[in-house]
């Protein structure tokens, strides 16, 4: 619980921090998408072939604001800007949250190929709830694609290959484990090219992970 406290407290002050440099910035952090997730899904699409990450949070929700930054530190700080990484973060205006809330919470994944984006309608919940058979919106999801699917169906989004949550309801062993995530991402890496832009250290760690599982 306290250290729940101290985690949920320190997101809070980086936020705020970032809330800060936001309001100093001409530039708008993110994408706002319209109904269709048209932009969203001509970029899905855009970085076929390589692993893409979906997360679909709340910009006002705590435990989301949590779990980005856990991911920062067990995944992308240790990748750099691997160009085979791309990640789709998906602001839905659940509890309350409306534009202004997007910009603070953009900056807690500091990554290259990471794009945020503003989903006015929350439709996008709705599409993965369908997707994945679930009885609740799906929101404080996170998930992971294979290089080669595909999201030709405006109608519906594909079903991702692997996923966590932070949710009610849902089976405990899927809770998000930012650790475990990370793993996931290393064994869909290890099927791809090695990247010149990614750094010696990132790679040797991802392939010594990989044969750390190996029986």
Known sequence: MIASFHRLSGVALIVASLAAAATESPQRPYVVLDPTLSQLRADFNASAGKVRLLHIVGPTCGI???GLSDLQEA???KKGDDPRIVTFVVHVPTLGAHEANVAPA????????????WEETGIIGRLM???MGFDKYTWDFWAIYDPHVVWSDARQ???PKFWQHQLDGLPRERKLDPDAFAAKVDELLAQL????AASPTAAKAAASSVTARRP
């Open 106 to 117: 953009a900056g807690l994944i500091s990554n290259r190929y990471t794009t945020n984006y």
């Open 75 to 77: 995944l992308y700080s």
């Open 193 to 196: 090219a090695p990247s010149r």
């Open 129 to 131: 709830q369908s997707a």
């Open 64 to 66: 989301c604001l949590r």
């Open 157 to 159: 989004i594909p079903a």
